[in-house]
């Protein structure tokens, strides 16, 4: 985009927010001399970073991982010695877990900010934080970090004055004196913690004020309706983007805009927003990428990448496809994600992250319409997957545990790690070896699939060695959210396992250091590769077929622990023809063929040149 266009397309989106709510040109020239300071204040360094190509995380050779710094490295410090490791595997993206200062004791694992100009004093400080951004471009790695724009702690200093009774700062947030309007939201705003801290308000006695809060009592929305908020938000942006951050995650963005007789959720005004914010960065720092959090849902998630003419998030959470592989596994159905991944087409410049788990639960959040097609029941099927990952369904191999379950609506999500829901867990406790072989099978099926997605990959730190679930939080009174059973510290005990391909986590570990290296070097697995589902006509196997004007690449996953036979009539019925050569097992595959037998869970990445 030109300057000029830009220009004009700050002020149009600007004015669509806050014209009909009464705001002028003197706001808008107001919030533009903020943006106009920011462009000034961009480090010279960072101008030579911003010259790079504008599709930079569009590469084949993006692989994500995402750390809680404490539980990775104790500190920021130590994250920087432990830099040769993501070198060994090949990690060229980290995303950080929030690192700016929270509020001190229960913060929502970072997600209650006291301050965003400082870092948590427990992790470093600003210089740390510096050095790690340096030392880590000079091994080639991105950094995202996380930005929480939805709500403060109710420490931050504006909190703390509204609290005190100054209106300004009252102005920042949602509160009111009487429970009137928040009983009018209650009507139509459902709730996003009923279990442990229900409704969407909090009173507080001592300055006699409801505030809005979707999250934890100590996490207080901001008014996005006040211009103020957002022009000290989009300066925090700034802020964060100068101390040389590649990546910013936009933390809950479905819930900054709100409006009475809403859900709260995914308002047309908060795409003005995030296009506003597109506008904003390109501007002042193009080389930023914005990643979006957005866990709604498929048909909300994806409007967050806007569109060719008013782009939005530049990166978004496949969190559709992490339900569907959830689902797949445990149905041993492959389905959901034929119908869904041929269900969106992305603009340029958005790319999917995909990822297997992650820090949060995992809500059964399914194409409900596919369920119905294909026979299913959805509310059925959604007890059954409640049922099969907390371990109570009478053939699961998961281990997991509910979270939020309300019990009027018989809902649940689900907590654990990723190798504890495939079936690692049980089978050591089990003593069954067999077991233990086929939940590593698992696993590696869940990653290779993950891994060839279109988008890049992301791990959840520890999962990369099969981290077990973590059962001793439970004794922390300042850790008693269920979420804390996928967050356990990395196991640097057993590194020495690592390497050792006899042990599980050794297995997990090669496999995966095996895909990133395969994943790097074929171009085919650049984001601007699209990729097409072939109809296998079988509820097992899984067919993906991508190809530019050189190669192709056949991509078939077995979902079932049984031997499966695909025909091949069908792939030759939908143009695929040749001899294929598999670039993990060399072994060569002709499409002329009848059939194709495929092992217990076995996957090929077939390519043809
Ligand atoms: C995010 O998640 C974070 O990932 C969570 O760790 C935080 O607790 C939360 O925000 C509050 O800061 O409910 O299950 O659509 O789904 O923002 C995950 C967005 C969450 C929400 C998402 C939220």
New binding site residues.
């Given amino acids: 985009m030109t300057k000029e266009k830009i220009l004009k397309s700050l002020h149009k989106t600007y004015m669509n927010i806050y014209k009909p709510i009464g705001f002028n040109e003197d706001d808008y020239n107001r919030f533009m001399s903020k943006i106009e300071q920011a462009k000034l204040n961009r480090k010279k360094a960072l101008k030579i970073r911003d010259r790079r190509k504008k599709d930079w995380y569009q590469s084949e050779k993006m692989v994500g991982m995402t750390l809680y710094v404490d539980l990775f490295s104790n500190n920021i410090k130590g994250l920087i010695k432990k830099i040769p490791y993501f070198k060994s595997l090949g990690i060229t993206f980290i995303h950080l877990m929030p690192l700016l200062k929270p509020r001190e004791g229960n913060n ?2 970072g ?2 900010v006291e301050d965003y100009r400082d870092i948590n004093p427990n992790l470093g400080s600003l210089d740390d934080f510096k050095l790690l951004v340096e030392k880590m471009h000079d091994a080639n790695i991105n950094i995202a970090i996380d930005f ?1 724009i ?2 403060t702690a109710k420490e931050h200093e504006w909190a703390k004055k509204a609290a005190e009774g100054d209106p300004f700062y009252q102005n920042m947030y949602m509160m009111y004196d009487s429970d009137e309007i928040p009983n009018q939201f209650n009507e139509t705003v459902p709730e ?1 913690l009923p279990d442990i801290y229900p409704g969407n308000f909090t009173y507080y006695e001592s300055f006699k004020k409801y505030v809005f809060k979707s ?1 934890s009592e100590f ?1 207080w929305d901001l008014n996005f309706r006040n211009p103020i908020v957002l022009e000290e938000i989009l300066d925090i942006f700034f802020f964060l983007a100068n101390l040389g951050v590649d990546v910013i995650r936009l ?5 900054i805009w709100k409006e009475l007789g809403t859900t709260c ?1 995914n308002l047309p005004k908060v795409h003005e927003f995030m296009h506003l914010f597109y506008l904003a960065k390109d501007y002042v720092c193009p080389s930023v990428v914005i990643l979006g ?4 849902e498929p048909h909300e998630i994806v409007r967050y990448f806007g569109t060719n003419e008013k782009p939005e998030c530049q990166l978004m959470y496949n969190a559709n496809m992490m339900v569907n592989l959830w689902n797949a596994l445990a149905t041993r159905d492959q389905r959901l994600l034929s119908i869904d991944n041929q269900r969106f087409v992305l603009p340029h410049h958005g790319t999917w992250i995909n990822y297997v788990r ?4 995992i ?1 059964w959040g399914l194409n409900e319409d596919a369920l119905k097609s294909m026979g299913f029941d959805p509310f059925k099927h959604k007890q059954f997957l409640i049922n099969f990952y907390n371990g109570t369904y009478i053939d699961s191999f998961a281990k997991g545990e509910n979270y939020q379950f309300n019990a009027r609506t018989q809902d649940a ?1 689900t907590n654990g790690t990723f190798a504890s829901l495939a079936g690692l867990e049980k089978a050591i406790q089990q003593s069954d070896t067999f077991g233990i072989e086929e939940s590593i099978k698992r696993i590696d099926l869940l990653n290779t699939y993950m891994f060839s997605m279109p988008g890049f990959p992301l791990i959840y730190s520890g999962d990369e060695v099969a981290m077990l679930n973590d059962y001793s939080h439970h004794m922390d009174t300042s850790k008693l959210d269920g ?1 804390w059973l996928h967050r356990p510290n990395f196991p640097w005990d057993k590194e020495k396992e690592f390497n050792n391909s006899h042990t599980p986590s050794g297995k997990v570990y090669n496999h995966i250091k095996t895909l990133i290296s395969i994943r790097k070097k074929e171009k085919l697995f650049n984001n601007k590769v699209e990729q097409r589902v072939i109809d296998s006509k079988h509820n097992h196997i899984y067919v993906g077929y991508k190809t530019n004007l050189e190669n192709s690449l056949l991509l078939i996953y077995n979902f079932s622990e049984n031997h499966q036979i695909l025909n091949l009539n069908h792939l030759r019925a939908q143009g695929l023809q040749g001899i294929y050569t598999d670039l993990f097992q060399k072994k060569k595959i002709d499409l002329q063929k009848d059939q194709l037998n495929l092992y217990p869970y076995e996957y090929l990445w077939l390519k043809q040149s």
């Fill in positions: 929502d694992g997600y209650a929480v939805n709500h996003v999250f996490q933390d809950a963005i479905p819930f959720r959090e957005a866990i709604v992650c820090h949060d639960d809500g999500r979420r």
